[in-house]
């Protein structure tokens, strides 16, 4: 009894430790779906958020402002393709990782793990962009042949945020000089256009003296508005933080989902399922040998066997010891 007892518990620790790595793999594969389908959700969010950027009223009426020399036409386009091209990303990696989960395909978790990479590498870029400091990079001096005297001449290099945010600016400036300096209606009607969807009127003078051209700009309820480039500064501050908010989701994201595609990727290649899906191994003795159908699914399909025994042997066969039958007869014809 002890012994059987032994080999009990011995059984029943193997069981055990067989299904230790299934489970890990069922809760991997759970966890996985969970974080394709946050990750669709991540990309929806992102590909509405560069349409607000690029279809947005604040923005539009700035674009259409705004001339192509400046650096905000650029900068809006840039904003958009980036958005919509993370968003590509981020569905498809969320789509094919959920998709090889489901079906235990290696290919496609391969590809979804190279999605998440890619949208990782982009976001670590942008937010390395947007929370590096600003430095100051003095030039060289040119020699006197060159196109004009750049001695001393520093460049700046701004953060992200910054860039935009003076692009908006720099914008807003040139329309409110062209609207005080010309006398066309035309700029003084984007400027309305302007001031009428961010809520304001004009910008404050650093002395607190207007001219007159200045002060007919804001007459009535427009001049309790607040000043335009603090309008403008409040409404890009939200947009950065909630830029920031996604851009940090996507990063903690996408480096879940690469850990858990990897791990599924190495699982599936182990060959460790926890569905065999019907595929079973013979032994090696049974390679070689074709199965048997019963004999019942021979004689229906072939019919019975023929009988070549003679009459004597077949009354000898069913007759008993005294004569009698033993079990029924056969009918044959003559």
């Known amino acids: 009894m002890g012994r059987g007892e032994e080999k009990r ?17 069922r809760v991997a594969k759970c966890q996985m779906l969970v974080t394709s389908f946050f990750v669709l959700l991540l990309g929806l969010a992102v590909a509405s ?23 905000y036409k650029a900068m809006h386009r840039w904003a958009f393709y980036v958005g919509i091209s993370l968003a590509g990303l981020l569905t498809l990696g969320a789509v094919l990782t959920a998709t090889a989960t489901v079906r235990e395909a290696g290919g496609l978790m ?18 390395f962009w947007s929370f590096r400091k600003p430095t100051q990079e003095t030039q060289q001096p040119q020699p006197p042949c060159g196109p004009g005297p750049q001695d001393g001449h520093v460049r700046r290099r701004e953060q992200l945020g910054q860039k935009v945010e003076d692009a908006v ?26 001031q009428d ?73 182990a060959g460790c399922s926890l569905d065999r899906k019907g595929r079973y191994t013979l032994s090696p003795g049974a390679r070689g040998c074709q199965p048997q159908e019963p004999s019942f699914f021979r004689c229906s399909q072939w019919g019975p066997a023929p009988q070549h025994s003679s009459k004597a042997d077949a009354l000898s066969g069913r007759l008993g010891p005294r004569g009698h039958s033993d079990g029924p007869r056969l009918l044959q014809g003559d």
Request: charged share 20%; glycine share 8%; net charge neutral.
């Open 197 to 269: 969807t961010f809520l304001c009127c004009g910008k404050s003078s650093p002395f607190s003296l207007l001219g007159s051209s200045e002060a007919d700009l804001c007459r009535g309820a427009e001049a309790e508005r607040q000043d335009c480039l603090q309008g403008i500064r409040s409404f890009l501050r939200t947009h950065r933080n909630i830029t920031f908010t996604l851009t940090a989701i996507g990063l903690a994201s996408t480096v879940y989902g690469m850990l858990l595609s990897s791990f599924l990727w190495f699982t599936i290649r």
């Open 49 to 71: 958020m560069a349409a607000l950027t690029y279809f947005g009223a604040h923005f539009a009426v700035l674009g259409h402002a705004s001339s192509e020399r400046t650096s």
């Open 110 to 127: 391969a590809v979804g793990f190279l999605c998440f990479a890619l949208v990782f590498c982009a976001l670590v870029q942008v937010a």
């Open 9 to 25: 518990e011995e059984g029943r620790g193997e069981e055990e430790s067989a299904m230790r790595p299934r489970s890990r793999v």
């Open 169 to 194: 600016l720099d914008t807003y400036d040139l329309v409110y000089d062209q609207a005080v300096k010309s006398s066309s209606s035309i700029w003084r009607q984007e400027l309305a256009a302007i």
